[in-house]
C-alpha cells in the first residue's frame, strides 16, 4: 500500500538547512523585562539566570501587568466566569462584550464596533464575509488580510507599498475594463509591523472614493497610540471617510482578541455572516474587560507620551551610533541587510540582556534583513540608554559599525 501521509520529519530537516526553522521562547511574564527559558519541546521550561530586557514585544504601552487592567480582567472572571462558553449568537454574549463594543465605537467614531476571537479572525471573516470581487491590496499587508482575500475568492490586485499612485493606476486600469456592478475593496495595514512604515491613508482615500470603492483599515499596530486612544485613522482625520476599521486588543491593549468598528448594517451583517465569529465561542470576558480598562487608560493617561518619548530617544541613539532605522512609527527596523549578519546581531544583544529578534527571508527579502525594535512606554530612560549601548557593542563585535 502506498503511504498517503506526511514526511514531516524530511520537512522539518529542509526548514533546519534553509534556516526556515523556529522555536518557542517560554517567558515567565509579558513585561519590559522577563526571564526567558530555551524551547524545552513537550517539557516543561526552565528559566534561565539572567532576566533581559525585552524590545520585541507588541505591548507597547506596557499595560498587561498594570494593576487597574489586571483588576477588570480578574472582576470579569469572578462575576461573569473566565469564558464566554458559547458563540455569542447562542449565551456568550454577555454584558462586558457589550461595553468594550460601546467603547470601540466610541474611540473609532463609529456607529457600532463587533469583537472578535483575534484580530486575524476578524479580517478573515470580514473580508470573507463581503466577498468582494476585487480586492485592491497592499504588496505588504499582513496574512490575515491575504488569507481573508483568498478565503473571499475575490480578484486581487496587489499594489505597490504605500504607493497611492500605483494603487490609483491598478484602479484606473481594472475599471477600463470591468463590470460596473463590481464590488471593490481597498485593504491595507495602516502600520505595518515589520517595516514600521505608515501608509498614506488619506491618498488611498483620495483612490478609492474616484472609483467608487471601500477602503478597509487595519489598525492592529495602531490602536491605542493616538488621538483618544485610536490609530492612524484618528490621527489623520479619516473616519468618516474609511468605512471598515479593524483592530486588535492583543498589542498596545494588553489582552486578546480583535474587532471591526463601521456602520450599523456592517456590524449586523458581520454577526450573521462572518464565520470567523458565528462559529467561534466568544471573547473571554476577562480579555473583554480588560481590553476596556485599557482602552479607557490608552485615551486618557500619559502612557501615549511616554511610549513616543522613548522611540524618539531610542531612534536617535541607534542612528547616531551609524545604524539605519527604517519606517516612521513606533516599530524601530535596524536594517543590517546580510541574514547572518542579522542573526549574529540579534544572538550579540542577547548576550548583553536584548531580546530583540532578527527578522530574515521569508519575512523580508534576503537584502532586507534587520532587527525589529519596539521600545515601551514602560521602559525608563536607562533602560533605553542599556539598549544603544548594547547595539553598540554587539555592533562592533559582529563587524557592522
Not at 541613539?317 to 542573526?343: F, K, M, N, Q, R
Request: with cysteine; charged share 25%.
Amino acid at each position: 500500500m502506498n503511504e498517503r501521509g506526511f514526511d514531516l520529519s524530511a520537512r522539518l530537516t529542509t526548514r533546519r538547512d534553509t534556516d526556515l526553522y523556529r522555536d518557542l521562547t517560554p517567558v515567565d511574564r509579558v513585561a519590559e523585562r522577563s526571564y526567558f527559558a530555551p524551547d524545552p519541546g513537550a517539557g516543561l521550561p526552565v528559566l534561565d539566570g539572567e532576566e533581559r530586557l525585552v524590545f520585541a514585544s507588541n505591548n507597547y504601552l506596557g499595560l498587561s501587568r498594570d494593576e487597574r487592567v489586571v483588576a477588570a480582567a480578574r472582576q470579569a472572571a469572578e462575576v461573569v466566569g473566565t469564558g464566554a462558553g458559547a458563540s455569542r449568537l447562542a449565551t456568550g454574549d454577555t454584558l462586558v462584550h457589550r461595553d468594550l463594543e460601546l467603547l470601540l465605537a466610541e474611540v473609532e467614531r463609529t456607529e457600532r464596533a463587533l469583537a472578535f476571537s483575534s484580530g486575524y479572525a476578524a479580517n478573515v471573516g470580514t473580508i470573507s464575509a463581503l466577498s468582494p470581487d476585487v480586492v485592491f491590496s497592499d504588496e505588504l499587508n499582513h496574512a490575515s488580510i491575504v488569507d481573508g482575500c483568498r478565503l473571499s475568492g475575490a480578484d486581487v490586485e496587489v499594489y505597490d507599498h504605500c504607493d497611492a499612485e500605483d494603487l490609483q493606476a491598478r484602479l484606473s486600469a481594472r475599471a477600463a475594463d470591468a463590470n460596473p456592478d463590481e464590488s471593490w475593496l481597498v485593504a491595507t495595514d495602516t502600520i505595518f509591523s515589520v517595516d514600521g512604515t505608515v501608509a498614506p491613508l488619506s491618498a488611498i482615500c483620495d483612490a478609492a472614493e474616484a472609483f467608487g470603492a471601500w477602503v478597509l483599515a487595519d489598525e492592529a499596530h495602531a490602536t491605542g497610540l493616538f488621538d483618544g486612544g485610536g490609530g492612524i485613522v484618528q490621527r489623520e482625520g479619516l473616519t468618516d471617510r474609511v468605512d471598515i476599521r479593524i483592530g486588535t486588543l492583543s498589542k498596545a491593549l494588553a489582552s486578546q482578541g480583535g474587532y471591526v468598528a463601521g456602520s450599523e448594517e456592517l456590524v449586523e451583517y458581520l454577526v450573521n455572516a462572518a464565520r470567523s465569529f458565528v462559529f467561534s465561542t466568544g471573547l473571554a470576558p476577562p480579555a473583554a474587560a480588560a481590553a476596556s480598562e485599557a482602552l479607557h487608560i490608552a485615551g486618557h493617561g500619559s502612557r501615549r507620551d511616554r511610549l513616543w518619548t522613548n522611540v524618539r530617544h531610542l531612534r536617535r541613539g541607534l542612528e547616531d551610533l551609524g545604524y539605519e532605522v527604517l519606517g516612521e512609527s513606533h516599530i524601530l527596523p535596524v536594517l543590517v541587510g546580510d541574514p547572518t549578519d542579522a542573526l549574529a546581531l540579534g544572538e550579540a544583544l542577547r548576550t548583553r540582556g536584548i531580546v530583540a529578534p532578527a527578522i530574515r527571508p521569508p519575512a523580508v527579502p534576503e537584502e532586507a534583513s534587520r532587527i525589529r525594535v519596539s521600545p515601551m512606554a514602560t521602559h525608563s530612560r536607562c533602560d533605553i540608554e542599556d539598549c544603544i549601548e548594547a547595539f553598540r557593542s554587539a555592533g562592533e563585535e559582529v563587524g557592522l559599525l
